[in-house]
């Protein structure tokens, strides 16, 4: 008796105190904030079958969104991130790995003998979960390997009469894998019509020049769909929820915060997250609350961004100060007067510069600063 009390105070306890604010990777669950049209979308493509391509910057929350679709639609799926794949091989493992994880092991066996011709051993891993290994004599094998576990996905569909979900996530990848597994995954997949592809990418020329360029073997493949950042009134409201699930009135400052973070996703979670840290025990935030979390990540981040400003030439920190201090296009006359730049040609250099490394990115027709708290780290030091 007196140990379930126990037990039951202390999970009370460490839910009115864990923070609901997430940063970093993919959020699922109680901190997603509803995405009400984009869930519809991606929540349809996935029900009828459309293959989908989403697209938008790093960090907007394309992984979030789908996998919230997969997590409330409940379909066996296969969700493959191409960041952490090195050849064609070990693509084919996952991606049978993952969609026999949705059946129960007796099946597998079966499953496997009846369609894939080179047979691959079945292990279970230390922490329970099903891995495929494969030994292949030369390249013939491969091949064979290859275009089994390519038609995998539709096979598997009729075999078990469930329609799968196959998600490719940072799909920029793909050619680095394998120059010709655009060419193959396309042969196979265009004839696939119970499995729903979702090809996910946050490198827009490579994306576009996949799906969009009429030599490309994936033009005009699917739905495009390009994820803005969240509407605001639905990040307010669920910014409000977020902190009122703790206990917390926010709505003196919640304008304030999505201000300075230019209503991205994962800086607003990320500042939400450290005023959450610094607020405990009030029940209302306001500015100072706001303005502590703020300095306490910029000092975080000091020696980091100190690196990422010596990694630039002084053209780019030129620009990168403009940016930060001023509402001026950079290819302004008064821009280019008031930092002391040579010619538009340079400009142009330091700002693909720029972009490359991710400092700084095209927002709504304007360039801006990537990261907020850098714009901030920046001024704050160029004041001093
Ligand atoms: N719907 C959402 N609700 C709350 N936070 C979100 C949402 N989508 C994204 N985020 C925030 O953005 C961060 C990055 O999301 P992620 O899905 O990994 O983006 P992407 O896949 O576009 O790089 C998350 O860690 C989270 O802090
Ligand atoms: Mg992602």
Redesign the pocket.
């Known amino acids: 008796m007196f140990i379930a009390y126990k037990c039951i105070i202390y999970f009370d306890c460490d839910n009115m105190v864990n923070n609901p ?7 699922t669950g109680e ?5 009400k049209n984009e869930l519809k979308t991606v929540k349809n493509a996935m029900l009828n079958q459309q293959s989908l391509i989403i697209m ?13 679709a997969l997590n409330q639609l409940r379909l066996p799926y296969a969700f493959i991130d191409l960041e952490f794949v090195n050849n064609k091989i070990e693509l084919c493992n996952m991606l049978l790995e993952k969609l026999l994880r949705n059946h129960p092991l007796q099946r597998i066996k079966k499953i496997i003998s009846e369609l894939i011709k080179i047979q691959p051993t079945i292990l279970i891993r230390p922490d329970g979960s099903l891995g495929i290994e494969i030994t292949l004599a030369g390249k013939n094998d491969r091949d064979v390997y290859l275009t089994d576990v390519l038609e995998f996905p539709q096979k598997l569909s009729i075999q078990t009469s469930k329609n799968h979900i196959v998600v490719f ?1 940072e799909f920029q990848n793909v050619n680095r894998i394998d120059e010709h597994l655009t060419n193959q995954m396309r042969g196979a997949f265009q004839h696939h019509h119970n499995v729903g592809y979702v090809f ?1 990418g ?1 490198e827009e020329s490579i994306i576009e020049n996949i799906f969009q360029n009429k030599d490309s073997p994936f033009y005009r493949f699917g739905k495009h769909f390009t ?1 803005d950042k ?1 509407p605001k009134d639905e ?1 307010v409201k ?1 910014l409000l929820k977020l902190f009122k699930s703790r206990g917390i009135d926010a709505k003196k400052i919640i304008n304030e915060i999505l201000e300075f973070t230019r209503n ?3 800086y ?3 500042l939400c997250y450290e005023i959450y840290e610094v607020a405990t025990g009030n029940n209302i935030i306001n500015h100072e609350h706001k303005e502590i979390a703020l300095k306490q990540i910029i000092t975080h981040y000091n020696s980091s961004y100190s690196k990422w400003l010596n990694a630039l030439s002084n053209e780019q920190r030129k620009i990168l100060m403009g940016l930060a201090e001023s509402n001026l296009s950079p290819y302004s006359n008064e821009f280019m007067q008031k930092y002391n730049i040579a010619s538009s040609g340079t400009i142009r250099t330091a700002i693909c510069a720029l972009v490359d490394k991710d400092i700084i990115i095209k927002e709504g027709g304007k360039y801006v600063i990537e990261d907020p708290f850098f714009q901030e780290w920046l001024t704050r030091r160029h004041n001093h």
């Open positions: 604010f997430e940063f970093g990777s993919a959020v901190t997603f904030i509803d995405r938008s910057p790093r960090r907007y929350g394309k992984t979030s969104l789908v996998k919230e996530d996910i946050s994820l969240i990040h669920g991205h996703p994962q607003t979670q990320q």
